[in-house]
């Protein structure tokens, strides 16, 4: 899921250099920058800057914070999104709140009182971003005072500008208060707007609910369509979620092989079930021929996941296998988890 501590300053300035409409010096640094002349596109920024012009401020205080056209320049690229958003520039308000929410400038330390102001500014000039900042902020009390009603204000609006997130965000909320603040229908139907622009956990929340029948009854069809969706997207626990109806024969005949394809997806994913119920299927050899080396790799796959079952059957195993064959499947399982180890992923922008 996509943070306010995911969103670097590189994020922001590639987002500055988009082309949007400007004065002529504005629009000839955006070329430059886009063709990677940053020196040049330093220059027209700097004379549109001083001009007044709040766009050019903008872009010039985020690239003399990259350092892109020569040594970074903290302290001159945080005044100049000062004097941008103060100039009621939207965008250069959300970078200054990102910056002091995440210290993300080096000479810049964290200041979330700061932050919110900054997003405060964004948030009162329609910035979407900056709303769902504060949404956040103020629901979590996270360098504010706690409130839950202004944080709803924020995210709503946010989400009403189909702000994936705080749709996301939304649904959690009424999925999981207390009293008068839960509601699972009015959880359904955030969940179901986050699910429908493509959000992934927001597919399995809508998958889960329409199998347990909150918000909506029952209709199985439906949750496994949600759950399709959520597995598509690489969701483990959603890609479990069908190889157990595959397995169990819940929504169609009993499949055993697509079952195995399910759960070796969600197994890649870390899914330890998963992973249990492979040692399970081939110690069995339910659908495939029994195959205690390929249960032993899987049930150890599973225990070192603490899977608490998956120890019991990995031990009777064992007593039934030569010690030559528990080290073969044993190295099989070390680097089959080598081999899978998930890699790791650059901020989301």
Request: glycine share 8%.
């Amino acid at each position: 899921m996509r943070t306010m501590a995911s969103l670097t300053i590189s994020a922001v300035l590639m987002a500055a250099f988009a082309a949007t409409p400007a004065s002529a010096n504005v629009h000839a640094g955006t070329v430059a920058a886009d063709k990677g002349d940053f020196p040049a596109a330093l220059s027209a920024w700097s004379a549109s800057a001083k001009s007044g012009d709040a766009e050019a401020q903008y872009k010039l205080g985020l690239l003399l914070i990259s350092g892109k056209a020569g040594k970074a320049d903290i302290a001159s690229g945080m005044n100049w999104l000062r004097r941008a958003a103060l100039s009621g520039h939207p965008q250069a308000a959300n970078a200054l709140g990102m910056i002091y929410y995440s210290g993300a400038a080096s000479s810049v330390k964290q200041d979330r009182a700061r932050a919110y102001r900054a997003f405060e500014m964004a948030a009162n000039k329609g910035h979407v971003g900056a709303q769902f900042s504060l949404g956040v902020m103020l629901m979590n009390g996270d360098g504010i005072a706690k409130d839950q009603g202004l944080a709803l204000d924020w995210l709503i609006k946010a989400a009403n500008q189909n702000h994936v997130p705080a749709q996301y965000k939304l649904g959690n909320f009424y999925a999981t208060g207390s009293g008068d603040q839960k509601s699972p229908e009015q959880a359904l139907s955030w969940y179901l707007k986050a699910a429908t622009n493509g959000f992934v956990a927001a597919q399995l929340a809508v998958a889960k609910m329409k199998m347990n029948g909150e918000g909506s009854p029952i209709n199985l069809p439906e949750a496994i369509t949600w759950y399709r969706w959520a597995a598509d997207g690489g969701n483990a626990e959603a890609q479990y979620a069908l190889g157990l109806f595959d397995y169990l024969g819940a929504a169609k005949e009993r499949d055993s092989v697509q079952a195995i394809k399910w759960f070796e997806l969600a197994a890649k994913g870390g899914n330890r079930n998963a992973q249990y119920n492979l040692g399970k299927i081939y110690s069995a050899g339910d659908g495939v021929p029994a195959d205690m080396f390929e249960a032993y790799k899987w049930f150890y796959l599973a225990t070192s996941s603490a899977h608490d079952e998956a120890r019991y059957y990995l031990a009777s195993l064992a007593a039934k296998m030569s010690q030559e064959a528990i080290a073969s499947a044993t190295a099989a399982a070390l680097a089959w988890s080598e081999a899978n180890r998930p890699s790791v992923r650059k901020p989301s922008t």
